[in-house]
T-cell receptor
Framework: GIQVEQSPPDLILQEGANSTLRCNFSDSVNNLQWFHQNPWGQLINLFYIPSGTKQNGRLSATTVATERYSLLYISSSQTTDSGVYFCAAELNRDDKIIFGKGTRLHILP | DAGVTQSPTHLIKTRGQQVTLRCSPKSGHDTVSWYQQALGQGPQFIFQYYEEEERQRGNFPDRFSGHQFPNYSSELNVNALLLGDSALYLC???????????????FGEGSRLTVL
């Protein structure tokens, strides 16, 4: 079945640093979403990005569907950016949405 | 505009019991998907309901069943609970466009189930 792989699994950075999180998917997809899971477990929408690049403040995302990957960029990290970031890919063939295992980001003050 | 709401937020059951979790979708959405998230893992797709029918299903046994009502709200039922069913159960809603797939998912805060 489709695989959605995220890297790195864990990332520890100093406040103010920039980071790039990667999501690779093994099959063609309709869409790709990025989420941030807060400490209480809720998944917060960051980007809905089937292709191209989007930006929202310090965050931006790029999906290259033909090469089967997506990148999430976080600039000038803040401690509130800590948490787990998930990508989720919607399969082209059956509309199932499959999540990666996440990247756990820890921003140090 | 109310987002996705789930109930209950926490519950404790014993092995062999049955549980029902409830989800009300975001206003204007017609599709509900359920996910199970074990500690330290990514959400695992259970199933999706659209037009009151189960449309897609992940690798979960028949003990997991669901329902969607005419107002688009949904229930997840788990029978014969096992210790391994302890997890955060997440409901997501979306607007399923023709030929556009499931659409952008919006999640509720989840129901945390503990099986003793």
């Amino acid at each position: 079945g489709i695989q959605v792989e995220q890297s790195p699994p864990d990332l520890i950075l100093q406040e103010g640093a920039n980071s790039t999180l990667r999501c690779n998917f093994s099959d063609s997809v309709n869409n790709l979403q990025w989420f941030h899971q807060n400490p209480w477990g809720q998944l917060i929408n960051l980007f809905y990005i089937p292709s191209g690049t989007k930006q929202n403040g310090r965050l931006s995302a790029t999906t290259v569907a033909t090469e089967r990957y997506s990148l999430l960029y976080i600039s000038s990290s803040q401690t509130t950016d800590s948490g787990v970031y998930f990508c989720a890919a919607e399969l082209n063939r059956d509309d199932k949405i499959i999540f990666g295992k996440g990247t756990r980001l820890h921003i140090l003050p | 505009d109310a987002g996705v709401t789930q109930s209950p937020t926490h519950l404790i059951k014993t092995r062999g019991q049955q549980v029902t979790l409830r989800c009300s979708p975001k206003s204007g959405h017609d599709t509900v998907s359920w996910y199970q998230q074990a500690l330290g893992q990514g959400p695992q797709f259970i199933f999706q309901y659209y037009e009151e029918e189960e449309r897609q299903r992940g690798n979960f046994p028949d003990r997991f069943s669901g329902h969607q009502f005419p107002n688009y709200s949904s229930e997840l039922n788990v029978n014969a609970l096992l210790l391994g069913d302890s997890a955060l159960y997440l409901c997501a809603s979306s607007l399923k466009g023709p030929g556009l797939g499931t659409g952008e998912l919006f999640f509720g805060e989840g129901s945390r189930l503990t099986v003793l």
